[in-house]
């Protein structure tokens, strides 16, 4: 670090006094970034994103928060913003995370998108990626495919199919250090080395799902010359099809150039005197024209389920379907209308859950309202995000509601949709799942 920061060496060192940066993420998706003081929290907004934000206060216990419980944040280390920004997702686009769990920045891509193009996130490990799949549905994301496989698999299935890819890549977690005294223990310079490794493997295989003219992003929140600006001139070398480009942002500052060959100058780093607790990012261009593909759907006849479904839906919602009600097995999906083939690559969901196929009927999921606006529902009961309605809702419990309401019914915080029940002679029958009540 003293090679790497000479004058600023001091500085860095004296950073390690202060507490580490924490922020959020507003979900534009259910939440405007404009009304962020109605969420109760002492915030300041960061650089490092359109909807990020400082979390000035140091008190714990914001998961518990019914805006959190909605969706309507996603608590964020701030400097780790910065690489969704610089990939700059287009609505309409198809984009790969390639190591996304636990979901802050396929969330993020998801709200970019805001429903239009394909999200594909996936997280080789698999208890990782079964939250990267909880925080999904937690933000109400439509047109997102989570998947548990290896790299090498997508590339193989997948090549060429993505506008933009990004790569947040495992590494030594040095700019975790002030955070996690973890990453502090585990960190040896062998291990720094071993990661450089790994990450070039991964960087192989997300080059071949980038479309030609794509764009590839590699991110670490890690400091070490060898996982960063190293990875990617040796990158540059295997890859003459792609060329660092300007990131496109001013905050941070500029990465080292260690090549006679590439400017990795263009690359950007952040440091805690940066305003975050430590990220690399460099954006690579590929050669050629970019061309607008997609997928031909075939759909055959609708099952008995698929009918079922499609009725269930225009019961409890105004709108019409975002997407292909599909049955596999006893559930019933919204799949996005431009998805490819999935066999093989390990996926967990593809779009939306919308319920379960009983003997008669079909029992709605809680993704289902997740994934739902507020305008869209046939029938809401909105509370107030302090009542104790509310409070009682998310801890499981009935609660009393308009004797008009019947059937499946929407419950929101304000106007972002937190889950649902079903009602019935002035009750709320609660339906919130019982792995994500507030204790």
């Known amino acids: 670090m003293k090679e790497m920061l000479g004058g600023e060496f001091d500085e860095f060192v004296a950073s390690y006094d202060f507490p580490h940066k924490r922020g959020i993420r507003i979900n534009t998706l259910k939440f405007n970034t404009e009304d962020y003081n109605l969420l109760g929290l002492d915030l300041t907004k960061c650089e490092f994103s359109p909807s990020g934000f400082y979390l ?3 008190e714990g216990g914001i998961g518990n928060s019914p805006w959190h419980h909605a969706g309507a944040f996603y608590s964020q280390e701030p400097s780790a913003m910065s690489a969704v920004t610089i990939l700059d997702p287009q609505p309409g686009e198809k984009i790969l995370d390639m190591c996304a769990a636990p979901g802050g920045k396929s969330t993020q891509i998801a709200a970019v998108l805001n429903g239009n193009g ?3 996130s ?6 990782r990626a079964q939250i990267l799949l909880s925080n999904v549905e937690r933000m109400g994301i439509r047109n997102c495919v989570v998947s ?8 193989d299935k997948l090549e060429g199919v993505f506008d933009r890819v990004l790569v947040d890549a495992p590494c030594s977690g040095e700019g975790m250090f002030r955070r996690d005294s973890i990453a502090v ?3 040896t310079p062998e291990h720094s080395a071993a990661c450089a490794v790994r990450q070039l493997a991964i960087l192989d295989s997300a080059a071949k799902c980038v479309a030609d003219g794509g764009v590839l992003v590699y991110s670490t929140c890690t400091f070490s010359f060898c996982e960063n600006e190293d990875v990617i001139a040796e990158f540059l070398d295997k890859h003459p099809e792609f060329s660092i480009v300007d990131s496109g942002v001013s905050f941070g500052r500029a990465g080292f150039n260690r090549s006679d060959k590439y400017d990795l100058t263009l690359s950007r780093r952040i440091f805690p005197m940066d305003g975050g607790e430590g990220h690399f990012a460099a954006k690579l261009q590929k050669c050629g024209e970019k061309i607008n593909s997609s997928f031909a ?9 698929e009918k079922s479904a499609a009725e269930l839906f225009g019961q409890c919602f105004e ?6 009600i599909v049955q596999i097995g006893d559930n019933c999906y919204i799949i996005p209308d431009d998805m490819p083939d999935t066999a093989g690559l390990g996926v967990l969901r593809g779009g939306v859950l919308l319920g379960e196929v009983m003997r008669n009927r079909i029992e709605p999921a809680h993704a289902l309202f997740m994934a739902a606006k507020s305008d869209e529902c046939n029938r809401i009961v909105s509370l107030e995000p302090n009542s104790a309605e509310l409070k009682a809702f998310l801890k499981g419990e009935e609660i009393n509601v308009s004797d008009q309401f019947k059937g499946y019914t929407a419950v929101a915080c304000e106007n972002a949709v937190t889950g649902f029940g079903k009602c019935s002679g002035g009750r709320l029958k609660n339906k919130y799942p019982k792995g994500l009540r507030m204790m």
């Open 56 to 58: 000035n206060s140091e």
């Open 185 to 187: 223990s585990e960190w």
């Open 148 to 155: 548990n496989t290896h790299p090498d698999t997508l590339a």
């Open 118 to 120: 394909l999200l594909w």
């Open 319 to 324: 709108s019409e379907p975002y997407g292909n």
């Open 122 to 127: 996936n997280e080789y490990v698999r208890k």
């Open 297 to 305: 759907v075939k759909r055959g006849k609708p099952t008995d389920g």
